[in-house]
């Protein structure tokens, strides 16, 4: 990704439509914002190190806090839509060998008629 922004704070929230989404924050007040905003079940954790988006959605795949079917499944759908697949190798283009001209080689007619089958 180009833009490696680093947090200090992760979790999830429940939109007031009663979608579950990732939250990524440098501080943990970002409860209040969101709370304002008709958000529940607002659980965020302060990680030990600065993390990436998808480091911090590892880790909290991990915790205890977040082990309950739908922290899970918001975690995994969140990894699965932002993960970014390696691009392919492209490989080298065929290069077509031309080799030079033989004599073919003609079968004896002489030997044939000559053969008792």
């Known amino acids: 990704m180009a833009n490696e922004q680093l947090f200090t704070v992760a979790g999830i929230s429940k939109l007031p ?4 989404k990732m939250r990524f924050a440098n501080d943990v ?4 914002v969101l709370i304002k905003g008709g ?3 607002v659980r965020l954790v302060e990680l030990d190190e600065p993390m990436t988006k998808m ?5 909290l ?5 977040f082990a ?4 899970q499944a918001t975690i995994a759908d969140y990894i699965d839509s ?11 283009p065929r290069v077509k060998i031309e080799s030079t001209p033989t004599a073919t080689k003609r079968a004896i007619t002489s030997e044939v008629e000559d053969a008792p089958f």
């Open 17 to 20: 439509n009663g979608d579950y």
């Open 55 to 59: 480091a911090a959605a590892d880790c």
């Open 82 to 92: 932002h993960y970014i697949k390696p691009k392919a190798v492209k490989k080298a």
């Open 61 to 65: 795949s991990q915790l205890e806090e």
């Open 68 to 71: 309950d079917v739908i922290a």
């Open 39 to 41: 958000h529940e079940d």
């Open 29 to 32: 007040m970002r409860v209040k």
